[in-house]
């Protein structure tokens, strides 16, 4: 389950003072932090499975921040990015939100707006991340299904009774409502209503 990873700022940038007063601003307010010097560095310990958000100044030598951000896009990272920019980079900020950054926050930083933002990054994370695995566990009962119950299911997710279900598939009545108890057992709701609630969230 996601909570056996904490959530962590991932902060990457190549000055040294900027670095270290985030650092010591983010455990200062109970943020558990990392920091990396490079986009480099920061790559060559990514993994999918990170949770929290990430903290990436956008001009940094070497690799940038945004040739950094679409790599990340590329290799599917979830987390969340707020850029750190200078005045003159906010375009490149703007451009980046439009491919899916979270936020920027403009230099000098104000360490509560900051803050704030990171906070809003951590709620946004653990959103997506329980969504993604709420549908990827009603796919999973969803194989559980035989291809009749799979048919029964469609027909009662189509509004019909028991004696339109039997009709359409050729059954009897009693082995419709044999299919559907399975169907809601497996799927772990206990209505029409309900099924149909749990599989919007799949879409």
Same mark, same amino acid.
């Given at each position: 389950?996601?909570?056996?990873?904490?959530?962590?700022?991932?902060?990457?940038?190549?000055?040294?003072?900027?670095?270290?007063?985030?650092?010591?601003?983010?455990?200062?307010?109970?943020?558990?932090?990392?920091?990396?010097?490079?986009?480099?560095?920061?790559?060559?310990?990514?993994?999918?499975?990170?949770?929290?958000?990430?903290?990436?100044?956008?001009?940094?030598?070497?690799?940038?921040?945004?040739?950094?951000?679409?790599?990340?896009?590329?290799?599917?990272?979830?987390?969340?990015?707020?850029?750190?920019t200078g005045h003159g980079d906010v375009p490149l900020a703007v451009a980046a939100l439009k491919r899916g950054a979270f936020d920027?926050?403009?230099?000098?930083?104000?360490?509560?707006?900051?803050? !704030?933002?990171?906070?809003? %990054?951590? #709620?946004?994370? *653990?959103?997506? &991340?329980?969504?993604?695995?709420?549908?990827?566990? @009603?796919?999973?009962?969803?194989?559980?299904?035989?291809?009749?119950?799979?048919?029964?299911?469609?027909?009662?997710?189509?509004?019909?009774?028991?004696?339109?279900?039997? !009709?359409?598939?050729?059954? %009897?009545? #009693?082995?419709? *409502?044999?299919? &559907?108890?399975?169907?809601?057992?497996?799927?772990? @709701?206990?209505?029409?209503?309900?099924?149909?609630?749990?599989?919007?969230?799949?879409?």
């Amino acid at each position: 389950m996601s909570e056996a990873v904490p959530q962590v700022v991932h902060v990457v940038d190549d000055d040294d003072a900027i670095r270290d007063a985030l650092e010591w601003l983010l455990r200062s307010r109970g943020l558990p932090a990392r920091t990396f010097p490079s986009a480099e560095a920061f790559l060559a310990d990514f993994g999918v499975a990170m949770r929290g958000c990430i903290v990436l100044d956008v001009r940094m030598e070497g690799m940038s921040g945004v040739e950094l951000f679409e790599r990340l896009v590329a290799a599917g990272n979830r987390l969340p990015v707020i850029f750190l920019t200078g005045h003159g980079d906010v375009p490149l900020a703007v451009a980046a939100l439009k491919r899916g950054a979270f936020d920027f926050v403009e230099k000098p930083l104000n360490d509560n707006d900051l803050v !704030d933002r990171i906070l809003g %990054a951590f #709620r946004h994370e *653990e959103s997506t &991340r329980r969504e993604s695995e709420t549908v990827a566990d @009603v796919a999973a009962r969803l194989e559980t299904l035989t291809q009749r119950e799979r048919q029964v299911m469609d027909r009662i997710l189509a509004g019909d009774f028991n004696k339109q279900v039997a !009709d359409a598939l050729g059954i %009897a009545i #009693r082995t419709v *409502e044999v299919h &559907r108890a399975r169907v809601f057992e497996k799927m772990g @709701v206990r209505s029409a209503v309900e099924l149909a609630q749990l599989l919007a969230q799949k879409r």
